[in-house]
């Protein structure tokens, strides 16, 4: 009987005793592929040499230092790293130990901005609905993940809401692209003006929306009228890249493929690749210079922020990317998988979209491919597909998402940037396998 607070308390899950490459070996021995970098982490697969040898010395080096006496060498590169492969002028960081860390920090980040230039009446954010963007209190009050937020309701903050770029089950029957998303930014627009633009602090997306859909990108132009709105307005854009950002879409950054730069960008998972706990926001100067000229302390911080075994292995990962010229491969590899998705699944009488961008790709299942109804919610089917798929040796992010108040059924796949195509094709197998038995056992 384990002593941990596990997340499911009715279950203890498998010990993993070891990882190599694109597998994970747990204690009776038997490998399992990676085929979603745990949630969408492990973007150099496991035990990368280069990234062991750096942890290894940085251990010999300097363990931890806290940062309000010192900063160190480690974290000094990895920020000059990412300054000088962010958008054009988003070239301040602060590290966190996550994801959340780093949605909070956002959003205080850009609290704090209007409270230094003047604008305090600036107090609410605006954020889409099936969307996460993390646990912590502020962090969930963004999300718009209605059954994670259900308890703690009382205890969050007023979020404005809108409609997600869900193009799938947005799109109306009719409706071109286009129009579909004019639509959307005119709900936006709509939102701000019923809040009142004056007092809306940031509008926070995800650029490919990850664990709660299941790799959705963007419909063309949306983020550029998202950003014109903001900018009309003086409200900040705040990107949360947690899982979609650090290369897994095949671009280091989602946004670059919508031609806008964020004022403040969340990172996490793919920067640290899973070797250590780390995030960080990329934040544009003038924000942070407004903050140095008025106060000149961020009132924010944790123990641990910018941790130099952290920033060491995330920097090692981060150039590992570069060096072995990882993107375009990203982008290889992703064209791979989604043809061999499509060619698998294309036709599925159960499958009812197939989308992604790079290394970060989602199905989702349907009861009804022309009605596009999803399977009754008991059937738990994408938990079902997710334990089916461990015993057949694969791991998927599968997903219960909310889908117009009921639940659909996703399955999210984010592999290794080193995957190769031989390697997709089993994963693309082992999934059929896994659905097909899943359906079978349903009566489906
Ligand atoms: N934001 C997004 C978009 C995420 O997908 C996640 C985690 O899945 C988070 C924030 C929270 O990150 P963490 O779990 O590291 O706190």
Redesign the pocket.
Known sequence: MSHIIHRSLQSTPLTAVGARGIHIMDAQGKAYIDASGG??VSCLGHAHPDVLAAMHAQTDKLAYAHTSFFTSEASEELASHLAAHAPRGMDKVYFTS??????EAALKLARQYFVEIGQPERTLFVARGQS?????LG?LAVGGNEWRRRQFAPLLMDVGRVSPCYEYRGRQDGESQDAYTQRLLQELDAKFQEIGPQRVIAFVA?PVV??TLGAVPPTPGYFKGVRELCDRYGILFIA?????GMGRTGTLHAVEQEGVVPDLM?I??GLGGGYQPI?AVLVRAEIIEAIRQGSGLFQHGHTYIGHPMATAAALAVQKVIQRDQLMPQVRSRGAYLMRALQAKFGQHPHVGDIRGRGLFCGIELVRDRASKATFDPELKLHARIKAQALANGLLVYPMGGTVDGRHGDHVLLAPPFIVSEADVDQIVNRLATSIAQVLAAAGV
Request: glycine share 20%; net charge negative; charged share 20%.
């Open positions: 949630a969408a996550g994801g959340s860390e780093s949605v996460y963007h993390g646990n912590t962090a995800e990850g664990a949360d890249e947690v899982m979609c969340t996490a998972k995030g």
